[in-house]
């Protein structure tokens, strides 16, 4: 099984700051035949389902605000937050969509400082 | 409008059974790979189960092969989740989700989720 390891757990962050959340997987997930990166982000505020927000480990979904990006290749990646709303606050997950069992990182909870 | 809604969650003693429902709409059912990922209190998300578009193919978590059962019936957009011989580690949100053509794909879609408590 692919273990999807974030961190940290929690951030807290001013609001129009930056935030950075990490993610690693035991193993790559890129598959070599598409040159592509099987790891989505997905945020889920209290009381809600998870809403996806990137797929590919660098494309955001139709609607997502452009302060929010991803990066990394193989088993690291990162979501950034470029500037942080009231609304961002909501924990993050990444998953791997590389191989089964489909894994997802333990949550990232980010908070206004 | 696109949605999923689950139901059938409820409080069931440890080693009973529970079936969960998942009804689409909005979108081509058939069409999509559909997966259930649960969340116990507090905790985060796992992927429990998925199943191909035309009910021929079947995944599971470890923990729940051989207790659990996926299927689906496309006349009614409909996903289904038998839970059979329950433990108390099972206590969780379930939510059921689409994904793409390809059990490889992201989980675009997500239910409102059901909650289904195991105790005594």
């Known amino acids: 099984d692919i273990v999807m390891t974030q961190s940290p757990d929690s951030l807290a962050v001013s609001l129009g700051e930056r935030a950075t959340i990490n993610c690693r997987s035991s193993q790559s997930v890129l598959y070599s035949s598409d040159n592509k990166n099987y790891l989505a982000w997905y945020q889920q505020k209290p009381g809600q389902p998870p809403k996806l927000l990137i797929n590919?480990?660098?494309t955001r979904e139709s609607g997502v605000p452009d302060r929010f990006s991803g990066s990394g290749s193989g088993t690291d990646f990162t979501l950034t937050i470029s500037s942080l709303q009231a609304e961002d606050v909501a924990v993050y997950y990444c998953q791997q969509c590389y191989s089964t069992p489909l894994t997802f990182g333990g949550g990232t909870k980010v908070e206004i400082k | 409008e696109v949605q999923l809604v689950e139901s059938g969650g409820g409080l069931v003693q440890p080693g009973g059974s529970l079936t969960l429902s998942c009804a689409a709409s909005g979108f081509r059912f058939s069409a999509y790979w559909m997966s259930w990922v649960r969340q116990a209190p507090g905790k985060g998300l796992e992927w429990v189960a998925n199943i191909r578009q035309d009910g021929s193919e079947k995944k599971y978590v470890d923990s729940v092969k051989g207790r659990f059962n996926i299927s689906r019936d496309n006349a009614k957009n409909s996903l289904y989740l038998q839970l059979n011989n329950v433990r108390v580690e099972d206590t969780a949100v379930y939510y059921c989700?689409?994904?793409?053509?390809?059990?490889?794909?992201?989980?675009?879609?997500w239910g409102q989720g059901t909650m289904v408590t195991v105790s005594s």
């Open positions: 989700a689409s994904q793409g053509a390809q059990w490889w794909d992201i989980f675009d879609i």
């Open positions: 590919w480990a660098s």
